[in-house]
């Protein structure tokens, strides 16, 4: 294996595949094709760190993936371990922007691939047989926590889990706050993999069950069940029958083939080091785009980790008014920040940091390749769901749990979750995390789904991009579990921004 790996012809800087020692020599292909780049360490520098390949000036653009992570603080040599100390980010705050389309990918095909899932009533499509317990206010989280333990004991075979996920919200909020909750929670209430549904309410909150179901609009009454907590003598005994009555709904559907066209897949990353750029993003990337290129939909998020990054995805619109929508969304997140005064371009992550990501734009070059090469054909407002097919954006922002929450909401089936420093938290949906390095796939065996670090090892894109199409299709047939499943480990948070009475 090499010391270091250039990602593109015209970076400044090359990535450390191991501890490299000052005073120790690397060399990498320059151009033109031929030629040779050769740089003596100034300094110690640790795996999946930067080191200066080519000199920078103070205030020049420093490259990596071909575009720039930000400015050189002062004159860099060659040879310089590159990181938060002599580079700053280069981001500023709302810019205008014009639509330069980049030439779009081949349209989508026909599914090649087939998983094995549950078709609904309503012709959407589910992984899995589960019954969802949704409270509309926080303080009966413990009440639906013992709904969810005694359906489990009553009813346990006949369906693959009865599961409640506890939040705070619900009351005492106003405005787009409780609009927000509301939205959030009817998306997952309609969620496929939910066969059937129970939705709790407490009887005085705001988000009253009577307006819950104007946000929710239609529904099955057979999949979707209420109980108002304040209006029955024991709420326990009463959800419990109506667990029974969910759970003898949900067992007349059965596993069936289903093309891939059908799947949703959401995108998301988390503890990045420096090779989430490398393996794990490039890999997802890989996938979406087989699975965009089969009629299937990804879903990509995290806006502020698009910072930097954004014009890749502008230009890849699939018109000039997805194009529009692209740049509300960013925008719109910047006057987010701008608005509670906080200063969000220098990368915000002490994990990033550790693992050798100096700026958010370095972030988010690395994050936006989760999306592949597809068209951007829509964008989704927070808590709301897909509808068109391909390669869509959500609104929400980087954080693990309100990210993840808000792709189980979009419809996504489960959630590709890549890494480089490890995490055990999984949302609703089945939650895949996927190693950016072998030492953490290695070591976090219960947190781990799938090792992308063997793309720095052993293993060619091609070869490994269809072996992880094929483990995908074998957890959305039911075939494997998640560690996340497995263990247990299933939350949600919902986003807020306004005031709690």
Request: proline share 4%.
């Amino acid at each position: 294996m090499n010391d270091v790996i250039r990602l593109h012809p015209k970076d400044h800087v090359v990535i450390a595949l191991r501890d490299i020692k000052q005073g120790e020599t690397i060399q990498v292909d320059g151009e033109p094709a031929g030629s040779v780049l050769r740089a003596e360490l100034l300094d110690d520098v640790s795996k999946g760190h930067k080191i200066l390949a080519i000199p920078v000036n103070k205030g020049e653009d420093v490259l990596k993936f071909g575009y720039s992570i930000g400015k050189a603080k002062e004159d860099i040599p060659a040879g310089s371990w590159v990181h938060t100390h002599n580079l700053e980010t280069g981001l500023k705050g709302i810019l205008d922007y014009r639509y330069e389309p980049s030439g779009h990918a081949p349209a989508a095909g026909e599914s090649d691939h087939v998983f094995q899932g549950y078709v609904r009533e309503d012709g959407s499509v589910g992984i899995r047989n589960e019954i969802w317990i949704i409270n509309t206010v926080g303080c009966i989280n413990k009440t639906c926590e013992s709904l969810a333990r005694l359906g489990t004991s009553e009813y346990e075979g006949r369906v693959e889990g009865i599961f409640h996920f506890p939040h705070p919200f619900g009351c005492s909020q106003l405005g787009d706050d409780l609009m927000n909750t509301q939205k959030l929670l009817s998306s997952l209430v309609r969620h496929p993999n939910a066969a059937g549904v129970l939705v709790v309410g407490l009887g005085c909150e705001n988000n009253q069950i009577d307006s819950f179901k104007e946000v929710l609009g239609d529904f099955n009454p057979e999949r979707v069940l209420f109980l108002k907590s304040q209006e029955v003598e024991d709420e326990l005994e009463t959800g419990l029958e109506l667990i029974g009555q969910l759970v003898e709904y949900a067992e007349k559907f059965r596993r069936q083939p289903v093309p891939v066209s059908k799947l949703k897949v959401g995108l998301k990353c988390g503890g990045s080091d420096g090779f989430s750029g490398i393996t794990a993003n490039p890999l997802v990337g890989a996938f979406s785009d087989l699975i965009v290129a089969e009629g299937g939909t990804t879903i990509l998020t995290e806006v502020p980790e698009m910072f930097g990054a954004e014009t890749i995805l502008m230009n890849r619109a699939a018109d000039e008014q997805v194009f529009d929508k692209i740049v509300h969304l960013i925008n719109d997140f910047k006057q987010y920040f701008i608005r509670h005064d906080q200063e969000i371009y220098e990368n915000p992550s002490p994990g990033n940091k550790a693992g050798g990501i100096s700026t958010l734009e370095e972030k988010s070059l690395g994050c936006t390749q989760k999306g592949g090469h597809a068209v951007v054909v829509d964008v989704i407002p927070y808590g709301e769901q897909v509808s068109r097919n391909g390669l869509n954006l959500l609104q929400a922002p980087g954080n693990d749990l309100v990210s993840v929450t808000a792709l189980a909401a979009a419809g996504a089936h489960l959630v590709l979750f890549t890494t480089g420093r490890g995490t055990p938290f999984g949302g609703p949906v089945p939650t895949v995390k996927i190693s950016t390095n072998t030492e953490l796939a290695v070591r976090k065996k219960n947190w781990i789904d799938y090792n992308a670090g063997q793309l720095i090892e052993d293993k060619g894109m091609d070869e490994l991009k269809h072996d992880f199409l094929i483990q995908m299709l074998e957890i959305a047939s039911g075939e494997k579990q998640t560690n996340n499943e497995r263990n247990g480990f299933r939350e949600i948070a919902i986003f807020k921004d306004g005031v709690i009475l």
